[in-house]
């Protein structure tokens, strides 16, 4: 298991030793030991599975505090452009966005700790996404940014895009109160 450090502080992409033959594949996708091993040092309570045809957005979604959740995601079945912004004030990337493929053929996991905002945009029809939380899930904790916020300016691949009622009527980042230092 390699972790690699992106240019925002704690974010970081897991890539798990894939062992592959005539008969498939196996790996571990998580191993407190070993996670433990390379300075990680996270407690997970709930597991999340979302299926999604292509060209479903879902996002960007974060949990106020004090149930902030940080999340370690990855793809079992199909593809996912995923995306999160650093909603730290305090953060030399606030307001920044990150990017990147995640799919069943790189096996790659993405860990997004607490105060960035979240979302994926599904690549291919019946995606299967899974994500563990270090905090469950509180509705009345839920905030959401616009996913096609013109200050964020991230650039999804799809542009005719299923996005739901709810995250249409998320909040302007120019409007934002960020509650993460």
Not at 74 to 95: F, M, N, P
Not at 140 to 145: F, V, Y
Request: aromatic share 12%; glycine share 4%; hydrophobic share 40%.
């Amino acid at each position: 298991m390699e972790i690699i450090e992106t240019r925002f502080k704690e974010l970081l992409i897991i890539k798990p030793k894939v062992f592959e033959d005539e008969r498939g594949f196996f790996f571990e996708s998580y191993n407190l030991e070993k996670m433990k091993s390379l300075n990680f040092h996270h407690h997970f309570v709930q597991d999340n599975l979302s299926k999604s045809q292509k060209g479903v957005l879902r996002g960007m979604h974060f949990q106020r505090p004090p149930h902030a959740q940080a999340k370690l995601i990855q793809v079992i079945k199909g593809a996912v452009l995923d995306v999160v912004v650093d909603i730290r004030r305090k953060s030399e990337t606030y307001g920044q966005h990150f990017s990147i493929e995640l799919n069943e053929r790189n096996k790659d996991q993405l860990f997004v700790p607490v105060g960035f905002a979240h979302g994926f945009l599904t690549l291919e029809a019946d995606t299967i996404f899974s994500y563990k939380c270090t905090k469950n899930y509180q509705p009345d904790a839920e905030g959401a940014l616009m996913w096609n916020d013109p200050t964020l300016d991230i650039h999804w691949p799809i542009k005719e895009v299923t996005v739901s009622e709810k995250d249409q009527k998320a909040d302007a980042f120019k409007d934002f109160n960020s509650p993460f230092e």
